[in-house]
T-cell receptor, first 111, second 113 residues
């Protein structure tokens, strides 16, 4: 049973805000939510992590529902450089055995 | 800036041949990982290591061996390459297994003919 469910793809124009949702209905109290993104020909890169409520950094913002079963990654004012696959991962903070990456959400950005 | 360097960037191998993929990190991280990525499967963990001279099996270890001769270096070995091992391979390192400090290399594209 998949720990997370994301839409397979999304499209946006440059300058728009993109919101990528992630469902994690069985999230445990010890688990955090992490988002990575992978641009073509590179490995995934950490974007943001959160446990509850709202987190923001210079790249994105993350909203987590009150019951922690749904999170939304928000990318403001997307550019062509934001075209990538975005992965939502739910895991304990220290997970030495390696992260499990699903198929993610492919975000396409058009000029 | 954390750095993970993989070599080669791409390789063509023949079926039944031996292939070695190399990974070097300058992050002073204890944990290192090998993933493969195939279209439609996302990234899957092959082997990982949390200390030099020790390796652990990941989710899909069959057909692969790993070697961690030092903290900085982690190799993936295909003793008898097969067509099904054509994929892009990523190496990563992590500080004490922290999920937010996982840094990836740029990948090695392996084609087995």
């Amino acid at each position: 049973l998949a720990k997370t469910t994301q839409p397979p793809s999304m499209e946006a124009y440059e300058g728009q805000e993109v919101n990528v949702s992630c469902s994690h209905t069985n999230i445990a109290t010890s688990e955090y939510i992490y988002w990575y993104r992978q641009v073509p020909h590179q490995g995934p890169q950490f974007i943001i992590q959160g446990y509850k409520d709202y987190v923001v950094n210079e790249v994105a913002s993350l909203f987590i529902s009150a019951d922690r079963k749904l999170s939304t990654l928000s990318l403001p004012w997307v550019s062509l450089r934001d075209a990538a696959v975005y992965y939502c991962i739910v895991t304990d903070m220290n997970y030495a055995q390696g992260l499990t990456f699903g198929l993610g959400t492919r975000v396409s950005v058009f000029p | 800036e954390a750095a993970v360097t993989q070599s080669p960037r791409s390789k063509v191998a023949v079926t039944g041949g031996k292939v070695t993929l190399s990974c070097h990190q300058t992050n002073n991280h204890d944990y290192m990982y090998w993933y493969r990525q195939d279209t439609g499967h996302g990234l899957r963990l092959i082997h990982y290591s949390y200390v030099a001279d020790s390796t652990e099996k990941g989710d899909i270890p069959d057909g692969y061996k790993a070697s961690r001769p030092s903290q900085e270096n982690f190799s993936l070995i295909l003793e008898l390459a097969s067509l099904s091992q054509t994929a892009v391979y990523f190496c990563a390192s992590s500080d004490w297994g922290s999920a937010e400090t996982l840094y990836f290399g740029s990948g090695t594209r392996l084609t087995v003919l």
